[in-house]
DNA sequence: GTCTATAACGTGATAGAC
DNA sequence: GTCTATCACGTTATAGAC
């Protein structure tokens, strides 16, 4: 595309801070509601520079949302997984990490929901969701944990959708979330350090009906 | 605004056509990324009248708006209020109510959130959401179970998002359900009419860690 | 690589005939 | 009330100087 440098000296290179600023402003206000200048304005260079690096608006906000995909999904597919460890334990520390990290980039699921949105069957081809999710391991123990009766039989797909949403919909929603408990947004990220523990409990208060 | 009609007659009008293309333009587009152009050509009629009958998109949209959040709120604040049910019921009836209703709109809970991201503020004030769910009745009779040792002490926000967050979740995110579930929308519809049995077992198991 | 100036285009809104 | 034609403006993208 441009810029070939010969080492990763300095993180703040043009294209990157043109990256940078890209995804904060796609994420907050999606593709259509986003113009090139602002993206511009936020990386404090002229805007040529972004077409000289990226050739197009399109091709810029593609390069985003891949890589936020690829956050979403790939941050927890290892967990999902590792055949070693128990079901207990994925449960835990996929809540665990999800929530870390969305407390860090809280804008990526209504960004990628909102896309989808328009976009449906270009952009789920590109994340291998179910082999990550519904194929995993993961899912594999669940479903001998129904055979053997130790919990409930409830569908998988049942169990993820309530298992992505008590992690996301916090997020997702956190507007209103703040609003109507009057939260900061310090005591929101506390709330949602609170699910840590709490979703997991819950979800296996869940298996037991 | 314009064309008075001395009776409700015929459902029909340009008005009332132009409204109800802009609603379905606007729900799965969102703002930004629709044009006037589309919600003319959807309603069948020329660009000039939409703005002969609403004076802007602008209009148009906050009209459209106005009346998402109230079937988003409306819709339930009564059952939520009604001080001659028991908790159990309201929780039934909640389902019941919300998921029929997101079932024939499933796109409002999208459509609000993403531009709740943008204008918080202006929004969220207009609906009294606190008033429709942290003060209702509901809310009252959860805490006094609470307090009674009948169920695990939660606080009552986190209660509250996974009621909404496990009845508005799948619709959000349903592109990705259908996808890895390999779902036609009959049988999407299907999986969420079965939710409206399940959550209330489910939220009661909860609240028994 | 970086800038200024401008072209090319799309979109919201209006004027004016019917 | 409804249409066609058009204006006015904002936005993406590029040309060309430095």
């Known amino acids: 595309m441009a810029g070939k440098r010969t080492s990763a000296k300095n993180d703040t290179t043009t294209e990157l801070k043109i990256k940078n600023a890209a995804r904060v402003v796609f994420h907050q206000k999606g593709f259509a509601a986003t113009r090139t200048r602002d993206i511009a304005e936020a990386a404090g260079i002229n805007l040529a520079l972004l077409n ?4 197009s608006k399109k091709k810029l906000f593609d390069l985003i949302m891949l890589e936020s995909l690829q ?34 980039h809280p804008d ?4 990628i929901l909102s896309e989808l949105r328009t976009n449906p069957n270009e952009l789920i081809s ?17 479903s001998e944990q129904v055979k053997s009766g130790k919990i409930s039989a ?9 298992l992505i949403g008590l992690i996301v919909f916090p997020f997702v929603a956190s507007p209103i979330v703040k609003s109507i408990g009057d939260l900061s947004q310090e005591e929101f990220v506390k709330l949602m350090q609170e699910r840590k523990a ?5 979800l296996n208060a869940m298996l037991e009906v």
């Open 52 to 55: 000289y690096y990226f050739r």
């Open 71 to 104: 956050q979403f999904t790939l941050s927890v597919s290892d967990v999902f997984n590792d055949e070693k460890t128990t079901f207990e334990h994925k449960l835990q520390v996929l809540c665990r990490r999800y929530i870390d990290m969305l407390t860090e």
């Open 108 to 111: 990526i699921p209504l960004f």
């Open 126 to 142: 590109r994340i291998h969701i179910k082999e990550n999710l519904l194929k995993s391991h993961f899912i594999k123990q669940f």
């Open 154 to 162: 409830i569908a998988p797909l049942q169990f993820m959708m309530n």
């Open 198 to 202: 709490l979703i997991p409990k819950w």
